[in-house]
């Protein structure tokens, strides 16, 4: 699976991963899963998309949005191949990026044509707890 270079729950260090060193046969079912449905929204948005342990949840599933062109042609995707190909630095940055996250949330997620575009996460990501080791405030104290 992808993961940026940190330390994991167990404290050992995991390399980042770059495109072209992972392939669909690297991913979870679960990351295959996201690759597949990003690649059926083509343009749209996801939101709403729990994160644990720096892995998707789809279940419950996110929100899912298409966005289509209304009088202007939409381009007619081709279907990814079905063996185990290399994933594009779009996908692998988003699978280091949820690594990141850890624990948390994908409030928005903006798909272009089949590859993640823009992402917007909640929560405290791993960088964050570099950076609060004894935890932030949330004002619920």
């Known amino acids: 699976m ?9 404290g050992a260090s995991t390399p980042a991963v770059r495109a072209g060193n992972l392939r669909t ?5 679960v990351q295959r899963q996201l690759l597949q449905l990003l690649h ?8 709403d998309l729990v994160v644990r342990d720096g892995q998707p949840v789809l279940d419950p599933p996110p929100r899912v949005m298409r966005e289509r062109l209304l ?26 990026e949820l690594q990141e996250v ?20 909640e929560g405290l990501g791993r960088w964050a707890v570099r950076l609060f080791p004894s935890g932030v405030d949330d004002g619920k104290a």
């Not at 009088?71 to 988003?94: G, H, I, S, T």
């Open 40 to 47: 059926e929204i083509d343009r749209g948005y996801v939101s």
């Open 71 to 96: 009088k202007r042609p939409n381009e007619v995707r081709v279907d990814p191949p079905a063996e185990n190909y290399a994933l594009k630095e779009q996908m692998v940055e988003l699978f280091n």
């Open 25 to 29: 046969g690297d991913l979870t079912s």
């Open 2 to 10: 992808a993961r940026r270079s940190s330390a994991n729950a167990e």
């Open 102 to 121: 850890g624990d948390g949330l994908v409030f928005r997620l903006e798909v272009q044509a089949g590859l993640p575009y823009r992402i917007l996460t």
